[in-house]
């Protein structure tokens, strides 16, 4: 099992992953981040994904839809931003954020990697 700054660090092993962030969607605050710079500021991609993904949880809950989000995928011109919603004992309430360069990623790949960190992530 993995402890978080684990987890990000095996993110950033991922094909174009530019930054990353464990993130607690109740209150919108990166538990932990690595990467990113000055174009890509973690603080903020993880207040602002809190939005994204509380949003898509009302919405569900509007709609009377009983699943879960597996994952949430924004397309930008030159990047992918993934958000994995983390499941399990004491993950309720956080998620994954990974943000890659859209040229050097594979999205498929990327995706299956993010999902092997999520079950070795021990919160």
Do not use: P
Not at 58 to 73: A, C, N
Request: charged letters at 25%; zero cysteines.
């Amino acid at each position: 099992m993995a402890n978080a700054e684990t987890a990000l660090k095996e993110t950033m092993t991922i094909d174009g992953a530019l930054g990353a962030a464990l993130v607690d969607y109740t209150s919108g605050m990166a538990l932990g981040t690595i990467g990113g710079g000055k174009d890509l500021d973690l603080t903020v991609a993880a207040a602002g994904n809190t939005d994204v993904v509380r949003a898509k949880v009302r919405t569900m809950e509007m709609l009377g839809l009983k699943d879960e989000i597996e994952d949430i995928l924004i397309t930008l011109g030159g990047q992918y931003h993934l958000i994995r919603l983390l499941k399990g004992r004491g993950a309720s309430g956080l998620f994954l954020y990974l943000a890659l360069d859209k040229g050097r990623a594979n999205l498929a790949m990327a995706r299956h990697q993010l999902k092997k960190v999520e079950s070795d992530l021990e919160v």
